[in-house]
């Protein structure tokens, strides 16, 4: 179900509309908790088993586990596990050009991970499974502070759900005659696109599950924004073999790989590309960014009241 937040954002504007009488925050303060949210599953093999263990607890919500894992017609287990940071201990920072950010403060249009994916990869017995092979939400708390991790609370995107799917491959060299369609034909080359000598497992998740949310502090709209970023990928000897290829028209910071590798991103969805290790690890972030503008002048209200209705339609899912 979509929360629609226009009426709450609406209020606040209508309450104080006025141009900005004081200064915006420079820098804001984060917590996340998030899992895989074990009611809200499809798996599309018969053969196979799928698991959830570690439940989160604290303030993440209810029913969400730090791993899921899943087999074919016996062992090996692959699995995902969620991480969540707060801005004290987030595991990538960026700027908004992409360079590393190392001052400490998450400000106006730094890129900060608030929460990472780590798969352990390893080959399916059981033949060929439908597409994609699951499909799972997960589910996070978000609270946003003006002064310190767990201070003044000025923002809280709770039960917020983010659906991830994967597309399960052939562990072949072409992935031209692969059965997911997250893969073109035409754009594909004979070696995947990670440059490894099995065809790329793909993760999907839909944009509008990463669709920004607002709020107001003191005459100002705050957006949060939100994006996939790669990390790394490693091999069955835990080398290191590269980035996660992550191909999305939404990175704030493309990756270069993508075209490199002859793939298109996708403007309906993240698309994340995988090495077909057994075992091998890659992992892949959340990232959040926020930008700041003076609440509009009365006069202006009306416009934007009309563009707040297009937009509340597109804030991110919560669970129904």
């Not at 969620?82 to 908004?96: G, L, V, W």
């Not at 100002?220 to 080398?239: H, S």
């Not at 690890?281 to 006069?299: D, H, K, N, Q, S």
Request: charged share 15%.
């Amino acid at each position: 179900m979509k929360a629609v937040r226009k009426v709450a954002l609406a209020v606040a504007l209508a309450s104080g509309a006025s141009a900005a009488t004081a200064d915006p925050l420079t820098q804001l303060f984060f917590s996340q908790a998030a899992g895989w949210h074990a009611p809200e599953i499809a798996f599309n093999n018969p053969l196979g088993d799928i698991n959830f263990v570690g439940p989160v607890g604290g303030d993440a919500p209810a029913d969400t586990y730090t791993t899921v894992e899943w087999k074919g017609s016996a062992a090996p287990i692959s699995e995902i596990s969620i991480t969540s940071y707060t801005s004290d201990t987030a595991a990538q920072m960026f700027t908004a050009g992409g360079a590393a950010d190392a001052d400490g403060e998450w400000n106006a249009g730094d890129i900060w991970s608030i929460s990472s994916l780590l798969q352990t990869n390893r080959l399916i017995s059981g033949g060929t499974f439908p597409n994609p092979l699951w499909t799972i939400d997960t589910l996070a708390n978000l609270r946003i502070f003006d002064d310190a991790v767990g201070g003044n609370e000025v923002f809280a995107d709770l039960d917020s759900a983010t659906e991830i799917s994967l597309w399960e491959t052939p562990n072949q060299a072409s992935c031209n005659n692969s059965p997911s369609p997250l893969y073109d034909a035409g754009l594909v080359p004979a070696t995947t696109p990670s440059g490894t000598d099995a065809c790329d497992d793909v993760y999907n998740v839909p944009l509008e599950d990463f669709a920004p949310v607002n709020f107001v502090v003191d005459d100002y709209i705050y957006t949060l924004n939100f994006a996939i970023l790669g990390g790394v990928a490693r091999d069955n000897n835990g080398a290191i073999i590269g980035p996660t290829l992550t191909c999305s028209i939404a990175n704030p910071i493309p990756d270069p790989l993508c075209a490199g590798a002859g793939v298109t991103p996708n403007d309906g969805s993240f698309s994340v590309y995988t090495p077909e290790y057994s075992p091998g690890t890659t992992e892949l972030f959340i990232g959040a960014y926020w930008t700041v503008v003076p609440v509009p002048a009365p006069a202006a209200l009306g416009l934007l009241g009309i563009g707040l209705v297009s937009f509340g339609l597109a804030n991110r899912r919560r669970r129904a």
